[in-house]
């Protein structure tokens, strides 16, 4: 059976202000999930919601059709690393992987301790004395090294220098090859995991704007650029997301399948969805 | 799969290292005692170690309630399991006080030493400064009540520690303000009007009527913290 976490109708709200706004998703089957969005788009509350550490206003979240709210047999299917730190402050890097061990029989402590060999980290020391960085790596070791039918990461990679960064985004891959589960990336740092998501859903202001395959996404749209009249020429009748003008350049960002001959003058590209989501973003404040 | 009784096996194992740290600290006080006074002619008593116990109950219910809740929503076990585990978990540990209390109360009553060692049922029920043994039946009411007041402090403890985590900074100082207030009310009024005088009356005529003075109170904010623990946002505690 594929798991399956289905968010219905979720509503957050904090106070006056809607984190979440009626928001549906379902994440299914063995999938590398991308959740991308702003600050502020309401990745994190959504995480914590999954992971009932928050409550909702409104709304359900299930784990293969059970409530998440007081159900052990839901929540032990995730696994959520995010830059809080829900460890004892006084706990050792080592004892957490004992820890890890005696609640999840199947994390890989072999795993853990090669990674924290790879990362230079120092199983010794106590996790509120680890820098930021170090804090993160920590997380991290325990999520690529536990064997849930999901793992969550939200941010990832934040305070991590380019190095690690490389690192743990290879280290996720081996993961996903070695042990296929479901996971969920929360980022705002697109362009670097662009090519390991196979699945995007794009949150803004606490809505869902997009959700489909990354693949269906970015042949939703092409990049089409050249002298700026030519561009406005071929632009005018179409759904345009974005357009930069750059000396006598403009590059535009379209919606849609570009016709199979350009006229002469114009280059087309395929978008990234770095820039997609950027267009995204604009078309909806340019609203 | 994950054990919820791995996890509370780590609960109580955790509190029985801390209360190993506190038994060490109680048993070097009274060797100390045996050894200092053991010359001295005056009688004294002492009756450290119920009360040590109950404040360090409620110590463990204020400082590890949170970190159980967190480490268990880390790997998994939801709030209800964290909750009432650590509930259990400090029951446990409240009988190992007791009964350590009991045996600390036989060891110490055999001691070559001038210091009568009492604990709070020998000091309220029984006359502390009289050299005595207990006998089986009050050995065991003396470690239920032990048990049940360490086990009510506790629940105590869990209360303001999940009070003080729903509330923001601004009603934590009002909160604070409001027990310092209620304590210092209650207990000028106690005086002004006798109440004291009637409670106290009440408290000594039966140890069970001090069980109850704990533990019903115990039962309402053990009610009001699973209820204050639902609507909890589980954070971390720092990076």
Avoid at chain 1, 148 to 165: K, M, N, Q
Wanted: aromatic share 10%; with cysteine.
């Amino acid at each position: 059976m594929k798991m399956q976490i289905e968010v219905h109708d979720i509503t957050k709200r904090f106070g006056k202000s809607t984190a979440l706004d009626h928001v549906s998703i379902t994440f299914s089957g063995n999938k590398i999930y991308g959740l991308l969005g702003n600050n502020g788009a309401g990745k994190s509350t959504l995480l914590n919601l999954m992971t009932d550490r928050l409550r909702p206003t409104e709304g359900t979240i299930t784990v293969d059709g059970q409530p998440v709210p007081n159900n052990d047999a839901a929540l032990s299917k995730l696994f959520c690393v995010t830059d809080q730190n829900l460890f004892p402050d006084d706990m050792k890097v080592r004892k957490a992987f004992e820890v890890a061990k005696l609640f999840h029989p199947e994390f890989d402590r072999n795993v853990a301790d090669s990674l924290a060999q790879k990362f230079e980290l120092n199983e010794k020391k106590k996790v509120n004395a680890l820098s930021t960085g170090y804090g993160s790596i920590f997380r991290l070791i325990i999520g690529l090294s536990i064997n849930t039918p999901c793992v969550i990461f939200d941010e990832p990679v934040l305070g991590l220098d380019a190095r690690h960064r490389d690192l743990f985004y290879q280290l996720l891959i081996q993961k996903y090859a070695d042990h296929p589960c479901m996971l969920i990336i929360s980022t705002h740092l697109i362009e670097e995991i662009s090519n390991l998501i196979e699945h995007s859903v794009i949150l803004y202001h606490g809505t869902v704007l997009k959700d489909c395959p990354t693949e269906e996404l970015m042949a939703a749209a092409y990049s089409v650029s050249g002298p700026i009249q030519l561009v406005d020429s071929y632009l005018s009748g179409k759904h345009v997301l974005t357009q930069k003008v750059l000396g006598g350049l403009k590059t535009a960002c379209v919606h849609g399948k570009p016709a199979n001959r350009l006229p002469a003058g114009l280059e087309l590209a395929n978008v990234n969805l770095q820039d997609y989501f950027i267009s995204l973003i604009e078309e909806e404040e340019s609203k | 799969m994950k054990s919820k009784s791995a996890f509370f096996r780590y609960e109580f194992l955790n509190c029985l290292k801390i209360f190993g740290i506190v038994i060490l600290i109680v048993a070097a006080l009274n060797i100390f005692s045996i050894i200092f006074f053991s010359t001295h002619k005056e009688v004294g008593n002492f009756n450290g170690y119920g009360f040590m116990s109950f404040v360090f109950m409620f110590v463990l219910g204020i400082l590890a309630t949170r970190n159980y809740i967190r480490l268990g929503s880390q790997f998994g076990f939801s709030r209800r399991t964290a909750f009432f585990s650590s509930i259990l978990c400090y029951l446990l540990v409240s009988t190992v006080v007791a009964v350590s209390g009991i045996l600390l109360q036989l060891l110490m009553g055999n001691a070559n030493s001038s210091i009568n060692y009492a604990d709070l049922y020998q000091s309220v029920y029984r006359d502390s400064l009289q050299t005595m043994q207990l006998s089986a039946a009050q050995n065991l009411t003396s470690g239920l009540l032990n048990l049940l007041l360490a086990f009510s402090c506790s629940i105590y403890g869990v209360f303001f520690a999940i009070l003080f985590w729903i509330i923001s900074r601004k009603f934590l100082a009002i909160a604070i303000a409001a027990v310092v207030l209620l304590i210092n009310l209650s207990g000028s009024l106690l005086v002004r009007y006798q109440v004291g005088v009637i409670l106290l009356h009440w408290i000594t005529a039966s140890p069970v009527n001090l069980m109850l003075l704990f533990l019903i109170p115990a039962a309402v904010c053990g009610v009001i913290s699973w209820f204050l623990l639902r609507h909890v946002a589980i954070k971390g505690s720092s990076k």
